[in-house]
């Protein structure tokens, strides 16, 4: 389809209001079309939608045409940027344009998975946001979706097209320059503020179609403060700062460090509360785990809270407040987005690396758009399901949760290089500083969970109940279909 062609087809649709007929574009296979501009529309306008507008708006071979977002502001929003674009409510008016070659997700976490396989069920290729999944089961039928009908799928972990993680590598494990890796910990410390308790449930803003803004989450009264982004302290729409942050530092340490060798933890073990708020969240604003890799032992601590009422502090932790660091036998290295540095343990640094990832990740997807090759893809949707797994993990891990029992913590002891131990000294100093402790704050801890792969399900101790949470259920007419 031209260009030419395509402009008038949009301004028929702002006209009628309605989809038209419209010749299909030939599919974008390797070597055709080339000279094509890529058709694009928008799901989701909020603020990684809007970053996602200007990352495909200024790239000479894309054309956004379209935008779908039940907040009739949000789409005003992009309409004053991209004046030429159809603008809907419903998404599938955008599945349902023939000429519309792909399409980027960012809606709220509890979408991204069945509108990716509405728009690959229409042909079309998808750009989603992280968290892929908000349960596993659900993340499994995209991968399929993908393979079923052949589309490209990228996942929003931009950090694996900075050129620095390929320098990382190299110099983890070809040079080997700090020698034997020991152990990984991950950490996520930032301060966040509560998000209220009302009394009477959130009347929903004027503008939005919530029918839609729901779609496969259950209908449930809001109790929080504002509508917009504070969803992902809900089960119901979000995954916490586990599929918020931890997806992105956790994502980090799997390429770098497992070097993408371990698709999901053997074992699990975690657990956390959501202390001093005392508001509606539900989701942990302290989060701690373990996993069993099966080779390097690897831990998890996040934080939202700070380390005492008179401070903006998140607490003691070493490494970068939002990263990972790598213990070696000869030194330590910090990783976190957009840079990182090798360092002796008593805090020579021995090298600096420095990236700039900028729009690559969308751009990387584009050219694999074009050539039809997943196997260019930085963040192809197999692996970052894979990835996603540890979040979803570790958050079933602090559901299935029991109040927390020194005793049972100790049975790591001994096992992670420290990492563990040092992990809950590390949170039991925060929580004293806010006058609270392990045992009589509603902290919680698992079972170790066991997974096996081959079958996608949880073994031994409190397995019904894990099991339980990989897949959610879903309102009629929102449900995601099992490919």
């Keep these: 389809m031209s260009r030419i062609t395509r402009r008038n087809f949009v301004k028929l649709t702002l006209a009628s209001g309605v989809l038209t007929a419209a010749v299909p574009a030939p599919a974008l296979v390797a070597g055709t079309n080339l000279n094509e501009k890529i058709a694009m529309g928008g799901i989701g306008i909020g603020w990684r939608g809007g970053d996602h507008l200007n990352a495909f708006n200024g790239m000479s071979d894309v054309s956004l045409c379209a935008f779908a977002d039940p907040d009739d502001a949000r789409l005003a929003t992009a309409k004053s940027r991209i004046k030429d674009a159809a603008c809907y409510r419903d998404m599938r008016r955008i599945f349902d344009d023939k000429s519309i070659d792909a399409v980027y997700v960012a809606t709220c976490n509890h979408w991204h998975c069945l509108a990716s396989i509405w728009a690959m069920q ?48 190299k110099f983890l494990h070809e040079e080997k320059a700090l020698g034997e890796i020991k152990s990984c910990a991950v950490n996520r410390y930032g301060r966040r503020l509560p998000i209220g308790k009302r009394s009477t449930p959130l009347p929903i803003p004027e503008g939005i179609d919530y029918d839609l803004w729901l779609g496969p989450a259950q209908d449930e009264p809001l109790f929080r403060e504002k509508f917009h982004y504070d969803w992902h302290w809900d089960w119901n729409t979000g995954s916490g700062e586990m599929g918020n942050w931890g997806v992105h530092v956790l994502d980090d340490a799997i390429n770098n460090v497992l070097l993408d060798k371990v698709p999901y933890p053997k074992r699990i073990m975690g657990g956390g509360a959501r202390v001093t708020y005392q508001d509606a969240g539900e989701t942990p604003n302290v989060h701690f785990v373990w996993f069993d890799t099966g080779s390097i032992p690897m831990v998890i601590g996040l934080s939202n809270i700070t380390a005492g009422p008179n401070t903006k502090s998140a607490g003691k932790h070493t490494g970068p407040g939002s990263g990972y660091c790598v213990y070696c036998e000869g030194g330590m290295f910090w990783g976190e987005r957009g840079r990182g540095k090798a360092l002796t343990y008593d805090g020579k640094v021995i090298r600096e690396f420095k990236g700039n990832s900028g729009s690559g990740h969308q751009r990387n997807f584009i050219e694999a758009v074009r050539a039809h090759d997943r196997s260019i893809q930085n963040g192809e949707v197999k692996l970052a399901n894979e990835v996603v797994a540890w979040c979803n993990f570790s958050n079933i891990a602090f559901r299935v949760g029991k109040p927390y029992q020194q005793k049972n913590a100790d049975i790591l002891n001994g096992k992670t290089d420290g990492r563990w131990e040092e992990l809950l000294a590390n949170t039991r100093e925060l929580l004293d500083a ?12 698992s079972d170790v969970l066991t997974y096996d792969e081959k079958i996608g399900k949880f073994t031994g101790d409190s397995a019904e109940a894990a099991n339980a949470l990989l897949k959610r259920e879903y309102r009629e007419g929102f449900v995601v279909p099992e490919i």
């Excluded at 659900?138 to 620095?164: F, H, L």
């Excluded at 806010?434 to 801890?445: D, I, Q, Y």
């Design 434 to 445: 806010n006058g609270l402790t392990m045992e009589n704050s509603e902290v919680v801890l």
């Design 122 to 169: 229409a042909g079309k290729h998808v750009y989603v946001e992280k968290p892929l999944s908000h349960s596993q089961w659900e993340g499994d039928q995209v991968v399929k979706a993908a393979r079923k009908n052949g589309m490209i799928c990228q996942v929003g972990t931009q950090q694996r097209s900075d050129p620095m993680q390929d320098e990382i590598k």
